[in-house]
């Protein structure tokens, strides 16, 4: 917080500096038409961002609540702003803030899930959005169906009235409705997921038919789960973002978030009484088909972005700017993209994988995105099934060699052992991250030991790729090179024999 400045709220609202732009309507006509799960950066300056404009162009009182799933963090700073906070776009040509006035409260599922629930089975709300990241879907990645026995969802079959999950919630909502005898929301899932909303229709299906096949029954003939695909960098907010957002507003907000200029919301055009702002107004597409949108996402940004992000990490690179800025770890990547990803991509109508590929490089190259390759590479054991092993598996069905795939998943490998090339501790965060590295201590030292052992992760790597000896051996050798080489010469070493 910046001290000598009078704190961000509908009161000071009036105070913030010429330049600034605030909300351009009148907040009090706002109602909660949808309730968020998940209140990260990530919601704040996308679909929030979205909703703010939609409401500046037309009149509409289409209000979001947002519900933190773990801890109170987001509402202790939110809620004495009166839900406002202020949106960073920085770019080479410098940085402006807008002031956020989309997001009506803010709640916090731990301390009083009965109440949560009330406020989704509200009839006025029409959407339940959510962005909980892979981990926050009780998949079980080896078959792509819930994980009944998650220790989360155990609970929320034991105790349905005070769910923890975001899946538990959704059911419990969408029970008091049918039993209420109301019409179901629109569920709109905005994780990188393949396929998002077919799959948290299956997850929800799924924990129903755990507790009542006739719920099951109604929630998949009643209730409608659009797939989307979304897109905009947004790094972790820092101690200087706060302190750019008090210079900037003249006015002191705990809780500012930063992206980029760029953004795309490509929205499958199914809701429930097509009930939903207008967002395309604003920028949104709303298609009859998502897939070939999210798979180009998934394989080309997604993809990439984690390569980069454990081959820089251990290169030495704090940022992807800092990643892509190397000229090793450039080529690297315009190699994926060109060599691997790009020939088993099928393209949208009207969109160039080549093209595509530039602006995305250009996007990695922002210097003023400071987006830490350490913040990217968490929860990596959740992220490569969609990212990089499918890609890899598309490439194996057609016989094609995988080197950079291969080096990628390699430095995953080498990551999750949790010390990088100069000995320092690594502060691996992921799910199974105390499981992966009993794995590889049990493994011990031998490449070849430790590569076989991860492989025998189910969960992570299938049935089918450890039975590959194809991709068990490139992995091999590019998990050996990476250590005996380094990430930055293992890199070089496929440019310059022309792999």
């Not at 998502?290 to 940022?319: I, Q």
Request: with cysteine.
């Amino acid at each position: 917080m910046v001290a000598d400045r009078p704190l961000l709220s509908p009161a000071t609202l009036a105070l913030a500096k010429a330049g600034t732009q605030r909300p351009a309507y009148d907040r009090s006509r706002l109602r909660t038409g949808i309730v968020h799960l998940g209140l990260g950066a990530f919601v704040r300056a996308h679909q929030a961002l979205y909703t703010e404009e939609l409401l500046a162009a037309e009149p509409s009182d289409w209000g979001m609540t947002g519900v933190s799933l773990q801890r109170p963090d987001q509402r202790d700073r939110l809620m004495p702003q009166g839900g406002l906070y202020t949106a960073l776009q920085k770019d080479r040509s410098g940085v402006s803030a807008r002031i956020v006035g989309s997001l009506r409260s803010v709640m916090v599922a731990p301390e009083d899930p009965v109440t949560v629930v009330e406020a989704m089975a509200d009839p006025r709300v029409r959407i339940v959005s959510l962005t909980v990241t892979e981990k926050g879907y009780c998949i079980d990645p080896a078959t792509g169906r819930l994980q009944h026995h998650h220790p989360d969802i155990h609970h929320d079959l034991e105790h349905p009235g005070e769910p923890r999950t975001a899946v538990g919630l959704i059911l419990a909502a969408l029970e008091r409705r049918r039993d209420e005898g109301m019409a179901p929301f629109t569920v709109l899932c905005c994780d990188n997921l393949p396929s998002n909303g077919r799959l948290l229709a299956s997850l929800v299906s799924d924990f129903a038919a755990l507790r009542d096949c006739g719920l099951a029954t109604w929630v998949e003939t009643h209730a409608s789960f659009p797939s989307t695909m979304v897109d905009r960098i947004v790094p972790a907010t820092t101690a200087d973002d706060v302190a750019e957002a008090a210079r900037l507003t003249g006015l002191a907000d705990g809780a500012p978030v930063v992206h980029e200029p760029f953004r795309q919301w490509v929205i499958e055009d199914r809701f429930i009484e097509n009930a939903r702002p207008r967002w395309e107004r604003v920028g949104a597409e709303l298609v009859g088909d998502v897939a070939p949108y999210e798979h180009m996402k998934l394989r080309l940004l997604n993809g990439a972005h984690s390569a980069l992000a454990y081959l820089g990490y251990l290169a030495g690179h704090e940022t992807i700017a800092d990643t892509v800025k190397d000229p090793v770890l450039h080529e690297f990547v315009r190699g994926l993209w060109r060599e691997e990803i790009i020939p088993v991509v099928p393209a949208p109508l009207g969109a160039d994988l080549s093209n595509y590929a530039g602006m995305l490089l250009e996007r990695f190259s922002n210097p003023a995105i400071r987006h830490r390759t350490w913040q990217i590479a968490m929860d990596g054991s959740q992220k490569l099934p969609q990212r990089l092993l499918a890609t890899a598996r598309e490439r194996l069905s057609r016989d094609l060699q995988l080197p950079r795939i291969a080096l990628a998943v390699a430095a995953w490998l080498r990551y999750v052992g949790g010390l990088d090339e100069s000995g320092r501790e690594i502060d691996v965060r992921d799910p199974l991250a105390s499981h992966l590295r009993a794995v590889l201590d049990k493994a011990g030292n031998a490449p070849q030991d430790r590569v076989r052992a991860v492989l025998e992760i189910e969960a992570i790597f299938g049935s089918d790729l450890p039975r590959d000896a194809r991709f068990v051996d490139t992995l091999t050798t590019a998990y050996t090179q990476l250590l005996t080489r380094g990430a930055r010469n293992a890199a070089a070493e496929l440019s310059s024999a022309g792999i």
